[in-house]
Nanobody, 122 residues
Framework: VQLQASGGGLVQAGGSLRLSCAAS????????VGWLRQYPGKEREFVAL????????YYADSIKGRFTISRDDAKNMVYLQMNSLKSEDTAVYYC????????????????WGQGTQVTVSS
């Protein structure tokens, strides 16, 4: 099973985008789901994560206060609202299921799918 991220695009600095994460053939019920991003030639890095119950959110310091992760259980979707975008937010964004362990290690995430490119122009 793979997760599909969508909603990326080209936006000017200071603008906003909302990314969506969908799962085919499964539900997110009970899952901890995260967003990670990858710069060219770099390892994927943690961006945000949302738990199932109780509902908690965690953010990387670099995006705290600008990005918001949420989930709609009825629609089986997870979202990443990105505001006040900066050029350094330019990356490919992925959603994935957290398998356990440190949330800062991409190896602790699974069900990777195709990411979505976010490009912020300055």
């Amino acid at each position: 099973v793979q997760l599909q991220a969508s909603g990326g695009g080209l936006v000017q600095a200071g603008g906003s985008l909302r990314l969506s994460c969908a799962a085919s053939g499964r539900t997110f019920s009970g899952d901890v789901v995260g967003w990670l991003r990858q710069y060219p030639g770099k390892e994927r890095e943690f961006v945000a994560l949302i738990t199932w119950s109780p509902r908690r959110t965690y953010y990387a310091d670099s995006i705290k206060g600008r990005f918001t992760i949420s989930r709609d259980d009825a629609k089986n979707m997870v979202y990443l609202q990105m505001n006040s975008l900066k050029s350094e937010d330019t990356a490919v964004y992925y959603c994935a299921v957290h398998l356990g362990g440190s949330i800062y290690s991409p190896s602790n995430f699974g069900d990777w799918g195709q990411g979505t490119q976010v490009t912020v122009s300055s």
